[in-house]
């Protein structure tokens, strides 16, 4: 019987152990990042940017910190999937996607539609739903190539770019969803090399910065809003903590800064005798930084004048925003579809097919409140003699 | 009598639960959302209807026979001839559906975890570690499960930990296209939950008599809840992208990042699945081989353990060729096949039960 138990037990561990999918780290290629281009001809290309372990572990010993701890290979074939497995072909361990939270699609690409590539992310168990989508200014593998002086790579530079402001980023799953969804348009980060002046840095040790938002529509890009129109979209996502807005005042003979420390937008459609009509209410508050003026802010009337001049200037550059998006790229990535189709299902399905009519026609109706809510250290304008101050 | 163990209440809701919901947390969100989209949540309250009345008709029909199992009263019922066959025809059933379920497991694991181990190993090692735990008897298999369920349970939390990622609008529009869409998602749930039929097998075995009703509608509640939980976060997060994942609670989990710092938590809920696959396959194959070792009069059950297991694995490759065949029976097939089998049939049973012990009184 105790014979018996052992065998089993035996037996048991043999199956255990998965033998086929063992996997051990030094056989695998660990991809950090990856540019996915169109080349002329019409074929794509894939280059991923690779991790190389060693030069972490051994950290500043002799080597040129200027080639960084990645290398990338590139790629081509006739689509994504093939382009990938000749890449394997030029790889000698196995190419492991687990860790890449970065693609980047080169303009050509996105400007030909990206569905293709997408089916192949999302299909692959490899790459991971939440991981980043980025449309670069050229062509995307150049920006794999950079070598961040603050990052390992410049993958992760522009990952940690992307987390500090959350409505910036579209993820694997995101565009999914909405290009699935009523609207069938999303928005994805805009990014370009930053041109590094310092004389003593070579060219490429710099990072890709977020320049603005690529608009794509069912699976194409449209065009780009400029980094103005997209602090508006991301007034609209919930997302304002970055974004110092500067207003003037009208005695005033320098403008007042503030940064928004939170924010909250609400979107409530509304069908009025067959006028669609989508009331927008952001609330903000936000921290005075910086006061050219000669007013003083601690004064009550003036504080009331300053947080209603904050409100129109808010206004104006959503209204710019949402203004560019109807009417120019007919593209509603801010999902007005889904509201309306959440709160009025019937008439949702009437102009279901024709969205792209009616979304042009909606009216946005936007209320500011803006308040202020801190000063910073000081209440009165700085460096100021006190008798030059007007309340 | 061929089982002598006894278990309790509790460990009987410890066995059923993942004996209904192991396999079906895999697949069921995906297909009732395809029918029901932003209404896919009410899909397990209105399927699972059909537990809480096959737990009824299992009750019903144990108190006219305390102490038999299905495979003995038909016979009481149906006659010798017709309830052997009958027998016989629910021995067929349970084998086909533990097919089913082994290769639904099989094909989880292959496609998602381990993706270069032919699936036929993964259908071997949980059909062997089954067998041994039936071989051992309803006791093991309770035991075991009081430890394999509570894990499983326990690990279904991480679920909580993606609450800062869920959208509750997702849910509206509420009943766009009225209650027939729902009607129609929670036909997926009904095939499932309509196994409860597993405690007509189970209930002789109580040692505390006159609780099992409770316990079986509690057992349906919380399997319902279970349900209701998966498919709260499913539709919350991936709205109706939910229909394209084969695998739509593996997917969600996959996205799990806490601080950026914990992630991967498919891998611990992929084991928990497989704990809750083990004891779903282990009850559904000692029912079968109850019913034989019962049907043909055998002295023990453990001789045809292993046997059955065999073809068992041969019976999940056959006539499933692939995923889309096997979505495909899940969604066309399975719900009435199942329903007549474990629901309607037990149905008839107990109205025929009832309709002779009228007679005999009234004679």
């Not at chain 1, 699935?180 to 994805?188: D, L, N, Q, T, Y």
């Not at chain 2, 065999?310 to 065949?325: A, E, F, K, Q, T």
């Amino acid at each position: 019987m105790k014979k018996s138990i052992l065998v089993m037990l035996c037996c048991c561990y043999l199956t255990l152990t998965g033998c086929w999918d063992r996997v051990e780290m030094q056989d695998l290629a660990i991809i950090t990042a990856a540019a996915i281009d169109r080349l002329e001809d019409g074929k794509t290309r894939i280059s991923v940017q690779l991790f190389i372990p060693r030069a972490i572990t051994s950290g500043e010993t002799g080597e040129d910190p200027s080639l960084g701890s990645t290398f990338v290979r590139e790629a081509t074939g006739e689509n994504l999937a093939n382009a990938i497995s000749m890449l394997q072909m030029n790889v000698p361990r196995k190419l492991f996607w687990g860790q890449c939270k970065v693609f980047i699609f080169g303009i050509e690409l996105a400007k030909n539609g990206i569905r293709k590539q997408i089916d192949y992310l999302i299909r692959h168990p490899g790459p991971r739903d939440n991981s980043f989508l980025y449309v670069s200014e050229d062509e995307a593998k150049e920006l794999l190539t950079l070598v961040p002086p603050l990052e390992r790579y410049s993958g992760e530079a522009l990952k940690k770019l992307t987390q500090e402001e959350k409505g910036m980023g579209s993820t694997l799953r995101d565009v999914d969803k909405a290009l699935m969804g009523e609207s069938e348009s999303v928005s994805i980060p805009y990014i370009q090399m930053l041109v590094s002046k310092e004389p003593t840095r070579k060219l490429h040790e710099t990072i890709p910065v977020i320049e603005g938002m690529a608009i794509f529509k069912k699976e194409q890009m449209i065009g780009v809003l400029n980094k103005k129109e997209t602090r508006g979209l991301l007034w609209l996502k919930d997302d304002m903590k970055r974004s110092t807005i500067s207003i003037k005042l009208k005695d005033g003979d320098g403008e007042i800064s503030m940064t928004p420390t939170s924010g909250k937008s609400k979107f409530s459609p509304e069908i009025k005798e067959h006028r669609w009509i989508m009331n927008l209410n952001i609330t903000i508050e936000g921290d005075i930084v910086q006061n050219e003026t000669h007013l003083d802010p601690m004064d009550k009337d003036v504080l009331l004048k300053i947080e209603k001049e904050y409100e129109t200037a808010l206004k104006e550059r959503v209204a710019q925003t949402i203004e560019k998006l109807q009417q120019k790229f007919n593209a509603d990535v801010m999902n007005f579809g889904r509201r309306f189709h959440q709160i009025y299902p019937n008439e949702w399905s009437k102009v279901k097919d024709r969205w792209d009519e009616k979304f042009p026609e909606v009216e946005v109706k936007i209320m500011v409140t803006a308040k202020v809510r801190r000063h910073g250290y000081i209440g009165p304008p700085a460096a100021l003699p006190r008798d030059e101050v007007k309340e | 009598m061929l089982e002598k163990g006894k278990i309790s209440t509790l460990q009987m809701e410890f066995m059923i639960i993942p004996a209904i919901i192991a396999t079906g947390v895999l697949s069921i969100p995906s297909i009732s959302g395809k029918y029901a989209r932003h209404d896919m949540w009410m899909t397990p309250i209105v399927g699972s209807i059909i537990g809480f009345i096959t737990v009824y008709i299992v009750w019903k029909l144990h108190q006219l026979f305390p102490k038999l199992t299905p495979f003995q009263y038909s016979e009481k019922i149906l006659g010798k001839v017709v309830g052997r066959i009958f027998s016989l025809f629910l021995i067929f059933f349970f084998l086909h559906d533990t097919g089913i379920v082994i290769r639904q497991y099989s094909d989880f694991i292959t496609s998602n975890v381990m993706r270069e181990t032919p699936s036929v190993v993964f259908s071997i090692s949980i059909t062997f570690v089954s067998a041994l735990a039936v071989r051992g008897g309803i006791e093991v298999i309770a035991r075991s499960a009081v430890i394999c369920t509570t894990i499983f349970l326990c690990v279904s939390l991480v679920l909580l930990l993606l609450i800062k990622d869920v959208e509750v609008s997702y849910m509206l529009p509420i009943l766009e296209d009225g209650l027939l869409p729902v009607m129609k998602g929670a036909l997926v749930h009904t095939a499932w939950f309509s196994e409860f039929f597993l405690l007509a097998f189970i209930y002789p075995f109580i040692n505390t008599r006159g609780k099992g009703l409770k316990s079986g509608m509690k057992a349906s509640l919380y399997v319902m809840l279970l349900l209701l939980y998966f498919h709260l976060f499913v539709l919350t997060i991936l709205e109706v992208s939910a229909v394209n994942q084969l695998y739509p609670v593996h997917s969600i989990i996959r996205s799990i990042s806490v601080f950026g710092f914990f992630e991967n938590f498919e891998i611990i809920i992929t084991a928990s699945w497989v704990l809750g696959n083990f004891i779903k396959v282990s009850v559904f194959l000692y029912v079968a081989n109850l019913g034989i070792a019962q049907l043909f009069g055998l002295s023990n059950y453990q001789i045809t353990v292993f046997p059955l297991s065999l073809l068992l694995v041969l019976l999940s490759y056959w006539d499933i060729p692939n995923i889309v065949g096997l979505v495909d029976f899940l969604t066309k097939i399975q719900p009435f096949y199942f329903i007549l089998v474990q629901t309607v049939f037990p149905l008839f049973l107990l109205i025929i039960a009832f309709a002779r012990r009228k007679r005999s009184e009234s004679r």
